[in-house]
């Protein structure tokens, strides 16, 4: 069943049952599993343009990157670019993404999964503890 929404919050409220929502989780880490190869990925964001990359920087900054795109070679340019917008509103900058620094594995504990779709705003999500039980993966 195909869901309609102004934006993620309303899209994700608008699911009828955790079920619905667990499996919307499912297919979004399908893109990238632990330990997929950067050709992997690469072929799934040829393939889904337009999806986004939440990405940390080596000063453990966090980074939202969207409108991603994959434009292979072509006539006029000899090598393949990984291309993503990074800010909002009227404006945002282009940044090209090296693929072989992007999809490094990284290991980050987290609130449960569970935890997350239970919190209602970002003040609640700011207030989830990890916890023990927490596998150690993205």
């Known amino acids: 069943m195909a869901h309609r929404a102004e934006n993620w919050k309303q899209f994700y409220m608008n699911l009828e049952c955790n079920k619905e929502v667990n499996q919307q989780m499912a297919f979004i ?6 330990q997929a190869t950067v050709a992997n990925c690469n072929s799934n964001l040829e393939k889904n343009p337009g999806l986004l990359i939440l990405a940390i920087n080596g ?7 969207h409108r991603v ?4 070679q072509n006539l006029f340019c000899t ?12 404006s945002a900058d282009c940044y090209r993404i090296d693929p072989t620094t992007l999809f490094q594995d ?3 504990q987290t609130p449960t999964w569970g935890d997350l ?4 705003t970002s ?5 989830l503890q990890v ?3 927490n596998l150690a993966q993205l």
């Open 29 to 34: 880490m399908s893109f990238t599993r632990f």
């Open 123 to 127: 003040e609640a999500v700011n207030l």
């Open 117 to 120: 779709k239970g919190a209602t």
């Open 59 to 65: 000063f453990n900054e966090l980074f939202l990157l």
């Open 69 to 72: 795109n994959y434009q292979g």
């Open 106 to 108: 990284g290991e980050l």
């Open 131 to 133: 916890g023990e039980q």
């Open 79 to 90: 090598e393949s670019k990984l291309l993503g917008l990074l800010g909002g509103g009227a």
